[in-house]
C-alpha cells in the first residue's frame, strides 16, 4: 500500500509569484486535506477536497486554492505569494467514512 | 486563546521512563481526538485516534480524553531515544478539519 506522497520536497520562490505544490493520496481514500505549518507550531488547515469540490475551508484567503483530480490527487496553488507564506505545506488523504487523516511529508516552500 | 493548547517543552526524561503529554482544548464541538508524531523535518505520523471520552491502549502508547474538563493526554511506557520528536495533539469536530495545538518536543536520553 503506497502512502501519501507530495512534490516537489522544497522550492524557493520570490514575493509575488505562484507556486502549485502537488498530492497524491494514499490507496484508496479518497478525500485530501491541505495544512500550512509554520516553524515551531501546529498544522493549519487550509481547505478540503472531496469528489474534486472544495468541501470546507479553514482561515486562509482566496489566493490559496486547490483542485482534486478523478485519480484523488490534488494540487494547492498560491498566488501573489508573501513572506508569510514560507512554511511547511502539508496534504493528508483520509476515507470519506473515517476520520483518522495520514499525512504525506510536506513541501517546504520558502519565499525571499 | 488558542484553540487546543499544549506546553512546547522540550521534555526531557531518561530512557525507560513512563512519559505523560497533555492537551487541554476550548471546543466543545471536538468528537474525534487524534495524537501525530512528527520527527524534525517531517510530515505527522498518526500514533492515536479515539472517540469522545475514554482511554485507548495500542502498544506502548495510551491515549486518554476527559470531555468534561476538556483535557486529552498520551502515556508512552518504556520511553526509548528513538521516540524522540514533537507530539501534536488535534481535535476534530467530524469534519475532518483537525485543530493542532503546536506540540510537545520531547526527548528521551539513552
Known amino acids: 500500500e503506497t502512502g501519501v506522497t507530495q512534490s516537489p520536497t522544497h522550492l524557493i520562490k520570490t514575493r509575488g509569484q505562484q507556486v502549485t505544490l502537488r498530492c497524491s493520496s494514499q490507496s484508496g481514500h479518497n478525500t485530501v486535506s491541505w495544512y500550512q505549518q509554520a516553524l515551531g507550531q501546529g498544522p493549519q488547515f487550509i481547505f478540503q477536497y472531496y469528489r474534486e469540490e472544495e468541501n470546507g475551508r479553514g482561515n486562509f484567503p482566496p489566493r490559496f486554492s486547490g483542485l482534486q483530480f478523478p485519480n484523488y490527487s490534488s494540487e494547492l496553488n498560491v498566488n501573489a505569494l508573501e513572506l508569510d507564506d514560507s512554511a511547511l505545506y502539508l496534504c493528508?488523504?483520509?476515507?470519506?467514512?473515517?476520520?483518522?487523516?495520514?499525512f504525506g511529508p510536506g513541501t517546504r516552500l520558502t519565499v525571499l | 486563546q488558542k484553540e487546543v493548547e499544549q506546553d512546547p517543552g522540550p521534555l526531557s526524561v531518561p530512557e525507560g521512563a513512563i512519559v505523560s503529554l497533555n492537551c487541554t482544548y476550548s471546543?466543545?464541538?471536538?468528537?474525534?481526538f487524534m495524537w501525530y508524531r512528527q520527527y524534525s523535518r517531517k510530515g505527522p505520523e498518526l500514533l492515536m485516534y479515539?472517540?469522545?471520552?475514554g482511554n485507548k491502549e495500542d502498544g506502548r502508547f495510551t491515549a486518554q480524553v476527559d470531555k468534561s474538563s476538556k483535557y486529552i493526554s498520551l502515556f508512552i511506557r518504556d520511553s526509548q531515544p528513538s521516540d524522540s520528536a514533537t507530539y501534536l495533539c488535534a481535535g476534530d469536530t467530524g469534519r475532518r478539519a483537525l485543530t493542532f495545538g503546536s506540540g510537545t518536543r520531547l526527548q528521551v536520553q539513552p
Open positions: 493528508a488523504s483520509s476515507f470519506t467514512d473515517r476520520n483518522e487523516q495520514f
Open positions: 471546543n466543545s464541538a471536538f468528537q474525534y
Open positions: 479515539t472517540y469522545s471520552s
